[in-house]
Structures are given as C-alpha cells and as structure tokens.
C-alpha cells in the first residue's frame, strides 16, 4: 500500500564493473505506480501524489498493466527526438482545465525499470535479476505509453550508452546489483551522470533568505552566456556556505556600481517577467513558490566565473550550476555557448524500444 519510498542511487564517476544490471538514467519525475483494478495512484519520491497531474498515465496503467502490481520508473515526456524535462515541470500545475489541456498537449509516457509486487505477492526481498525477469514477463505486451526500459549487463554497453543516449536527453546510467533486494530509501545502486566545466558572465546575483541590512549574504549568483550580441540568462550558481555567501558580498560589490545602465538585462530588473518557450528570465515568477522573491541585484557583466554543470535543457542549464573559481584571466566576451559540449543525437525512439541489450 502507498506510500512507499523509492530505492535511492549513490553517485560514481565512471561506470561500475561486476554483477550489475545497467539501465539509462531517465530523465523525469521518478514514480512508483500503485495498481488495484481501477484504482491508481502515482507516488512521487518524496512520497507526495502526482496522480492528478498526469491523467493519461493512469489511463495507460488500467490500460496495460496487470490487474494488480506496484512498479519502479520514472514519468518522462517525449518530444521530438529527445526527452523534454521542461515540458514536465510545467505538468504540475494547480488547474485541472491546464493538467487536461497540457495532458492532450504534451502526453507524459511511465518507464518501467522494476517491480515491487505482483497480485498478493510482494517481491522486495527478491534480488534485482528475478525481480526484472518477472517484470518483463508481466509487461511483455506494453507499448507506448508505457515502456519497459533498455537493460545490458554489459558494462562497455552501458559506456556507450553513457555517452550516446545524452542527446536523447537522458541523464548518465544506473548501475544495479543483481542479487541486491529492492531497499527502500537505501542508496544501493549507482548513478553515473554526466559533469562538465564551463567559463560563464555573472550578471547578477540574489540575496540569500536570511540576508539583512546587518548581515548582508548572497544568495545565488545570476549566470549569462553569450549569443551573438544577447547575454542569455543560463540559471544561477548557489549553495555556498554562510561564510562564503558573506565573502561574496565585497567580492562582487565593486561590480555593483553604474550597473543598470546599458545592462544586456537592463528591461527585467526588479520586474516579474514570464517564462517564454525556453528562456526563464530573472524576475520570472518562481512555478513552485507564487510569493517567492525573485527580485535580483544587477552587476557589470565582467566577472568571470568557472561552473560545474551537469547538462543543458534548452539553452539553460538543467541543474544548479556549481561555483568551482573565479577566472580573472578570461574575458566575458569569450562566455559564449561555442564553448560547451554538445551531445551526440540519438534517437529517442530506439532507446524506448530497446528491451534487454546483451
């Protein structure tokens, strides 16, 4: 019965070899689906419901699942060639009229990757392989929607999948133990994602939650690449620690002075601009938090900054970037997208339709 809480992955920088079972890491909203005839709840990993907003997965679950399971995946949303992490995101939304309409719009698919029971019989205590043979025998006739995901036990396979199925938009590998149980909330398996460096222009930055006039600390620092004469706004650079975010403050100070005029985002400082296609904007309202302060600070854009990131959706970046060094000997006219690394393309459908590689 929900909930119940996913089992979890450790990161690793390379690829594991020994007995393991890999898969792609997809990128979506992990779900544990819970089946009873008509009955149907989607489980988020923290445990909160996302039934209601993904209408046509539950059709497809009565539709092709067995009366009576509870299965590990993960939520996606296919668009063209490539998986669209955006065009999830903005499923959750509070409107029934918007979940239906975005439903027929952008149809979300459920990649399954393992099962936690079948009938009357729980299979946590099986190890991983048994669990996946029985899996696959449940769900041999699924099709899209639903798919059952690409699998190889062979770790040169899983290295070049590492490398190829990015441009289809998934997110590294998974390595899984095959005598392992299934362990909820228990980091058992191994995640290997993508990390790459970046030279990016720091724009701005925001003030932290718990900045005050006495204590001023910064929050996140606002990050642009260049496109031709556009200073795209590619995401921000957070998480320091309270000393660091204190730092920070005589650090960019110098760069605060005359900063609006001729700023390339002089039109959106401190105004509330909406997301379009696949800018976000500073200022944009944040989806998860409508009384959110998103009002930032402007500076000259001459910092250089160095990143770790981990990919791109669209033209920004997926995750928070993480700061690494300052570049005092680069010129931001150089923080152009050139720079980064693109991914291979690949067909999106062959990944969906791979079932076991050898």
């Known amino acids: 019965m929900p909930p119940v809480k996913p089992?979890?992955?450790?990161?690793?920088?390379?690829?594991?070899?020994?007995?393991?079972?890999?898969?792609?890491?997809w990128d979506g909203f992990r779900c544990i689906v819970f089946r009873d005839g008509d009955e149907v709840e989607l489980g988020s990993r923290n445990e909160r419901p996302l039934t209601r907003y993904f209408p046509e997965v539950v059709e497809a679950v009565k539709a092709q699942l067995p009366e009576r399971c509870v299965l590990d995946?993960?939520?996606?949303?296919?668009?063209?060639d490539r998986l669209h992490f955006e065009s999830l995101l903005q499923r959750i939304h509070p409107a029934k009229s918007r979940v239906d309409k975005l439903a027929a719009e952008t149809p979300a698919s459920f990649v399954a990757f393992d099962v936690l029971a079948l009938g009357d019989e729980s299979l946590l205590e099986l190890p991983f392989r048994e669990r996946q043979a029985r899996m696959r025998q449940a769900l041999a006739?699924?099709?899209?929607?639903?798919h059952v995901t690409t699998l190889t036990t062979?770790?040169?396979v899983a290295r070049r999948w590492f490398e190829e199925f990015e441009g289809a938009g998934l997110d590294g590998v998974v390595a899984k133990p095959a005598?392992?149980?299934?362990?909820?909330?228990?980091?058992?398996?191994?995640?290997?994602k993508h990390v790459r460096t970046a030279d990016v222009v720091v724009a701005g930055f925001r003030w932290h939650k718990t900045s005050t006039p006495e204590n001023p600390l910064v929050g996140s620092l606002l990050l642009g690449l260049w496109r031709g004469d556009h200073l795209q706004h590619i995401g921000v650079a957070a998480s320091f620690t309270t000393k660091?975010?204190?730092e920070l403050v005589s650090e960019l100070e110098p760069y605060r002075a005359d900063a609006v005029s001729g700023h390339p985002w002089q039109d959106w400082a401190n105004a509330q601009v909406e997301a379009t296609g696949e800018q976000r904007m500073p200022g944009a309202q944040s989806r998860w938090n409508a009384g959110k302060d998103l009002s930032w600070v402007p500076l000259r854009p001459e910092l250089v900054v160095e990143i770790r990131y981990d990919q791109l959706e669209g033209e920004r970046l997926r995750h928070t970037g993480q700061f690494q060094r300052w570049r005092p000997d680069k010129d931001a006219a150089d923080c152009t997208y050139d720079q980064l690394d693109v991914p291979v393309r690949y067909d999106l459908a062959e990944v969906l339709g791979g079932q076991q590689g050898s």
């Not at 362990?183 to 058992?188: K, L």
């Open 73 to 80: 995946g993960e939520i996606v949303v296919p668009r063209g």
């Open 244 to 246: 660091r975010r204190a």
């Open 141 to 146: 006739g699924a099709r899209a929607p639903v």
């Open 7 to 25: 089992m979890l992955a450790k990161a690793a920088t390379k690829v594991p070899e020994g007995d393991f079972f890999y898969e792609p890491k």
């Open 154 to 156: 062979d770790p040169a």
């Open 179 to 192: 005598d392992a149980p299934y362990s909820p909330d228990q980091r058992t398996m191994t995640k290997v």
